[in-house]
């Protein structure tokens, strides 16, 4: 079948469905956006190309698609590109930001399509293995709440310890009772051993000792394999024609199987503004220079465990071992001798104390200490790896000791992802970058634990463009991201440059406006303060006086955004008795009961105000009269200590670039399309956005940054 013809049934699909769906108006910007979404998948070659056969390369087509609010973009992508893989027998692979979209697509938006389309298909969501329980940790948990010793079992990380010993004798009893109810909900069937469906997720200290993890996993192999919950996930992803995902697994298992090939499968990046920054956050790492008791404990087990499975590579195991205490407590050293002075004058309010090494380039004293605990780690890993293979080999050969040897497997898999994730930081904090070239950000923090000072080593990528060019689209073939924030003050330049696409020759770009009407349903009021922003003490408390004045005249529902901790703690003390049960501050209830009891009071016909901080700057939809008002208390700058952006900020400088202009400006866009964009959900909302940053209209990058907000009626208000 041709290209057009698979194009122009995918599009037939997307209007049987859009007509056969009650209630539902036919909207220019979601055909628009369907057409490229049929286009852009019936151009790509799927699937293994043999070029020396003489087959023609790969065609790879990729959109990137901004669909503004009320374009209903996840009908315009499922549709096409679901009837699409039906055509081509492939499969659909939806990579979202947030667990709240993942869950809206699997439970609303593809059982609803699911019904309306001619031809039936099956969904599963994906989800990371540790977002579900590990029924074999449970099971041991649930009888004391803890480990049963600690020479059998490492479910508590080390640094956790100190803090379980001081538990009280009554939070211990409530972990044990909490883990009991949890195994008994599971085995009786009414809970299915996914952390996001229980009533209330638990905090992650305690279920990360439940949490499943694949370096202590032996799979097939496991005396509870029959029941576990992960892998019946796993399977319902094999029958799947559309599997609905997130940026971090997709990432986190490039090349591990999990999800279908990249090369064979029709991508879609929903959410896709989070897509730099996640893949910063995937390929950085760091390490502990000070708590280092692990390494003995792992080099003990490999040893015991080696020397029963007759695995000659342990003979190495003590000096590799040995070798890595004495390196990671210099180099703890030599950092304090180094950035002692610097780290320790650093208030330790506002969490570790932190140095950033300029341009990247390490001292020498640390290189020689890295190189050497970066062989040792190395040959440390390979006899672990041979002994992995060794006891798989024994459960393979012995299915009867099941149990026994996943124990063993686990006790080992339980610590070397910190050996991996220490070889790791060494080699990024060691690499070079040749003139010109552009260098990891590389730094060294501090923090005191009781008596005790905790040293550790990050590394990070600096351009996350860079990253996801070599590592993901390299394997993409057919891809959409979408988004209602992918341009940046009016273009695409800055988001391509992001996320890696910038000169591919096989990316288009299409804006589809969003179908209501600004400028009649939203005023932006340019609230002005006296203060300049940059004196935020000043700034604050005159920010904090004009936000209560108006958030006085409140009648429904309103979202006040802030930029700091401090600024919104600033503005909860100063609030009148009478207006603190108005109030909803994130964090004091969790999220879902917070926006559950804000939406009681609106129906209620009281006033209600959430206080809220980036994560409440995207994602919430709350439309109507449960969000009349957003007030967004200064410009989201990012923070300016943050080491990536420093780093990446220095190296544009050295080349001669601007990166206020280039980086800092185009990103604080988009940051602030997102926060306005809470305002106006639907085609009947009416709703006012204040901003008490003069810089938004006082200054040429202010300028900048309206031209990529929507357009509201503008008022600019005088200071109170």
Known sequence: ?????????????????????????????????????????????????????????????????????????????????????????????????????????????LPALAALMPQPFKFALAKGRGRYVCKLKLDRLAGTGEAEEEGEDDLFAEEEAAARAKRP???????????????????KGAWDGDRDSLDTPPEPEVWSPVAAEGASCTGKHCPAFSQCTYYDKRKELVGAQVIVA??????????????????????VLDEAHHLPATALDQFACSMDLSRITWIERLASRGLRIGALLEVEEIADIPKHSAQLRQTLQDLARIVMDVYGAQLKSQPSAWGPARV???????????????????????????????????????????????????????????????????????????????????????????????????????????LPGTTLRNHLWSAVRGAVLTSATLTSCGHFDFFLREAGLHGDEATTTLEVPSPFNYAAQGTLIAAETRADPKNAAQFTTEMVDALLHDIARVEY?????????????????????????????????????????????????????????????????????????VFITKLPFAPPDDPVGEARAEWLRAVGRDPFSELVVPATAIRLAQWVGRAIRTEEDMAHVYCYDKRLTRTSYGQRLLKGLPPFALEQRAPL
């Open 1 to 109: 079948m041709s290209q057009q013809v698979w194009a122009a049934q995918a599009l037939e699909s997307f209007d049987a469905v859009v007509s056969a769906t009650e209630g539902f108006r036919s909207r220019a910007g979601q055909r628009l956006m369907a057409q490229q979404v049929a286009h852009t998948f019936s151009s790509a070659t799927l699937g293994k190309v043999d070029e020396e056969s003489g087959e023609a390369a790969p065609t790879r087509s990729i959109a990137v698609i901004q669909a503004g609010t009320g374009v209903g973009k996840s009908l315009a992508y499922c549709a096409p590109a679901i009837a699409l893989a039906l055509s081509r027998g492939t499969r659909v692979l939806i990579s979202t930001a947030t667990v709240a979209l993942q869950e809206q697509l699997v439970n609303k938006d």
């Open 557 to 629: 529902g309103a979202l006040v955004l802030f930029t700091s901790r401090e600024q919104m703690r600033q503005a909860v003390d100063a609030l009148p008795t009478a207006m603190r049960s108005v109030v909803l501050v994130q964090n004091a209830l969790p999220r879902t009961q917070l926006l559950r009891r804000h939406r009681e009071r609106v129906e209620n016909g009281e006033p209600s105000v959430i206080f809220g901080m980036q994560s409440f700057g995207e994602g919430l939809d709350l439309p109507g009269r449960l969000c009349e008002s």
């Open 356 to 462: 950033r090494v300029p341009r990247g380039e390490l001292p020498e004293p640390l290189i020689a200490p890295l190189g050497l605990l970066a062989a040792s780690a190395e040959g440390f890993l390979d006899a672990l790896r041979a002994i992995s293979k060794a006891l798989r080999a024994e459960m393979r050969d012995k299915p009867d000791e099941a149990k026994r040897l996943s124990t063993l497997y686990a006790q080992i898999g339980m610590l070397a992802p910190r050996l991996e994730e220490l070889h790791a930081t060494a080699q990024l904090l060691l690499q070079d970058s040749p003139e010109g070239a552009v260098p990891a950000a590389k730094w060294f923090t501090l923090e005191v634990d009781g008596d005790f000072i905790v040293v550790k080593a990050h590394a990070s990528p600096i």
């Open 246 to 267: 997130n940026h971090d697994l997709l990432l986190s298992s490039l090349g591990a199987r999990v999800l279908p090939e990249l090369d064979n499968c029709l991508l």
């Open 169 to 187: 004798r009554h939070e211990t009893e409530a972990r044990i009772q909490f883990y009991s109810t949890m195994a008994q909900t599971l085995s």
